[in-house]
């Protein structure tokens, strides 16, 4: 099965900056089946991004995602409020696995 | 609206069993493969099977194979996990979640999630 290592483990920052957060893959995502989420606290993980660069709907345009193969990042390009969290890697071979998360929290 | 309530959650020991539910509104559930995913108490997330549109063809996270089954009613508009041999380890809360592959595969993204239900395994 494919592991997925997701750096950092915590990230600190003020709203408004850039946020930029990794997920590795131990091998190569095939199709870029490579999601991302975002879970608060109580909550259900809400879908972000798919096929490793397209939001999903209604997700702020202020969330990218990007790479291929074993290398893949979520861009929060000016954080809000509301987007301190935690956030998932996946990737959706056979059989589908998460990476252990980031927290983005407020400094 | 979509919504994925589940149910069937409970405290059981070691080797028990459990059933757990999953009732879908607010889509045409038989266009869409759905899974399981659970997240222990602090932890992250843990596929632990899915389940095309038909029921033709289903899968296993390693850590429940043998254990556990998926099943779905489309009359009923339900998705099903029987959990058997329950160990300590499978102390989760269990969400189900829509796959969001237009084929109607289990393979692909989640794009709605249930609020979960709490699955205890302790002596």
């Known amino acids: 099965e494919i592991v997925l290592t997701q750096s950092p483990g915590t990230l600190s920052l003020s709203p408004g900056e850039r946020a930029t957060l990794s997920c590795r893959a131990s091998q190569s995502v095939s199709s870029s089946y490579l999601a991302w989420y975002q879970q608060k606290p109580g909550q259900a993980p809400r879908l972000l991004i798919y096929g490793a660069s397209s939001r999903a709907t209604g997700i702020p345009d202020r969330f990218s995602g990007s790479g291929s193969g074993t290398d893949f990042t979520l861009t929060i390009s000016r954080l809000e409020p509301e987007d301190f969290a935690v956030y998932y890697c996946?990737?959706?071979?056979?059989?589908?696995?998460f990476g252990g998360g980031t927290k983005v929290e407020i400094k | 609206e979509v919504q994925l309530v589940e149910s069937g959650g409970g405290v059981v020991r070691p080797g028990g069993s459990l059933r757990l539910s999953c009732a879908a509104s607010?889509?045409?559930?038989?266009?869409?493969?759905m899974s399981w995913v659970r997240q222990a108490p602090g932890k992250g997330l843990e596929w632990v099977s899915g389940i095309n549109w038909n029921g033709g063809s289903t899968g296993y996270a390693d850590s429940v194979k043998g254990r556990f089954t998926i099943s779905r009613d489309n009359a009923k508009n339900s998705l099903y996990l029987q959990m058997n041999s329950l160990r300590a380890e499978d102390t989760a809360l269990y969400h189900c979640?829509?796959?969001?592959?237009?084929?109607?595969?289990?393979?692909?993204?989640?794009?709605?999630w249930g609020q979960g239900t709490l699955v205890t395994v302790s002596s």
């Open positions: 607010g889509f045409t559930f038989d266009d869409y493969g």
């Open positions: 996946q990737q959706y071979g056979s059989p589908s696995t």
């Open positions: 979640a829509r796959g969001s592959a237009s084929d109607g595969d289990y393979v692909g993204s989640f794009d709605y």
